[in-house]
C-alpha cells in the first residue's frame, strides 16, 4: 500500500524494492511486522523484473517477479515509497534507528492516475527509456514499463518543455507541476539494506567496442530484446534494425575490474 505520510514509525524500514528488499518485506510482514519499503525507482520489482530468465532453472523472471510484486503491493503491514530515498539513519539511544525519507516529485498525483497512457500520447518529447536501456525511446510523461508498479505515471521534469499537454489530456486532472520533494522524518527497529547493484559499463573496457559500434550491446539490453514485454519482436540489431546472423557473447565483461 502507499505510505501515509504522517506514519512516521514502522518495525522495520527495508531500503530497495527488488527481489532481496520484496522478499525480507514480505517476511517481516507476514510475521506480523509493520514495513516502510523505500524504492528509489518508480515501480518496484528491481532489475528481476526487466530480465528474460534466471539462472539455472531457466525459470521466467517475470513469472517469480510479478506475484511477489503484487503481494508486496497488496501486503496490509508494507507501506511502499517509491521515486524516494532515505537519509541520514543514526542510531537512537534505545537501538532503534531514525532517518529521512526524501520523496522525490512525479508531477503526477498518485492517488489519482489510473495509468491510462493518454498524458503518454499526447506528450511530444522522445528521449531514451531507461527501461528498456535506451533501445528504444519514451515519452517525457510516462507510465515506468508495462508491468510496473504501482502503474502510475511521471513526468520527466529534466526533459519536458512544460508545453502543457499532457495536463489537458489527463482525464483524472492527476498532473500537478506544483508537486516539491517532501521529507519525512521516520524511525524503525531495523533497517534492511537491499540497494541491489549497479551495472558495470562496458565502454569502459575499449576493446569489446561498446559506445563505438551500435551492435555491441549490453546483457541488459539482450534481456530486453528477449522478454516478453520486449520493444520489438524479435532480436534485431540497434544499428540497423535487421535480424542478426551470428551473435558472440563476451561473458563476465568487467567481473574482474579492480579500478
Ligand atoms: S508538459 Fe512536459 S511532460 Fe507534459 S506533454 Fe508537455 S513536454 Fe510532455
Ligand atoms: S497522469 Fe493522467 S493521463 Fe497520465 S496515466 Fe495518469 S491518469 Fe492517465
Do not use: W
Not at 506544483?178 to 534492511?192: D, F, K, M, N
Amino acid at each position: 500500500m502507499a505510505i501515509d505520510s504522517d506514519r512516521t514509525r514502522y518495525d522495520a524500514v527495508v531500503i530497495g524494492g527488488g527481489i532481496a528488499g520484496q522478499e525480507s518485506a514480505l517476511n517481516l510482514a507476514d510475521s506480523g511486522r509493520s514495513v516502510l519499503l523505500v524504492e528509489k525507482d518508480l515501480s518496484i520489482g528491481g532489475r528481476m523484473i526487466h530480465l528474460s530468465k534466471v539462472f539455472p532453472t531457466l525459470d521466467c523472471a517475470a513469472c517469480i517477479t510479478t506475484p511477489k510484486v503484487s503481494e508486496t503491493a497488496r501486503h496490509p503491514n508494507i507501506a511502499i515509497s517509491t521515486y524516494s530515498e532515505i537519509e541520514g539513519i543514526e542510531r537512537n539511544p534505545d537501538g532503534s534507528f531514525s532517518g529521512v525519507l526524501i520523496k522525490h516529485p512525479r508531477y503526477v498525483v498518485e492517488s489519482a492516475c489510473t495509468g491510462c497512457q493518454d498524458c503518454e500520447e499526447a506528450c511530444p518529447v522522445v528521449v531514451d527509456d531507461q527501461y528498456q536501456y535506451g533501445l528504444v525511446g519514451r515519452k517525457a510523461a510516462y507510465v515506468p514499463f508495462s508491468i510496473a508498479n504501482p502503474r502510475i505515471a511521471a513526468i520527466d521534469i529534466e526533459h519536458c518543455i512544460l508545453c502543457g499537454a499532457c495536463e489537458k489530456a489527463c482525464p483524472a486532472d492527476a498532473v500537478d507541476f506544483t508537486q516539491e520533494t517532501e521529507s519525512i522524518g521516520v524511525s524503525a527497529g531495523s533497517v534492511i539494506v537491499a540497494t541491489g547493484f549497479r551495472l558495470f559499463d562496458p565502454a569502459r573496457i575499449e576493446r569489446y567496442g561498446a559506445g563505438a559500434f551500435k551492435n555491441v550491446i549490453t546483457s541488459m539490453q539482450m534481456e530486453r530484446q528477449l522478454v516478453p514485454t520486449r520493444p520489438f519482436n524479435n532480436v534485431l540489431r540497434p544499428g540497423d534494425g535487421k535480424m542478426p546472423d551470428n551473435i558472440a557473447y563476451v561473458l563476465c565483461a568487467g567481473s574482474r575490474d579492480e579500478t
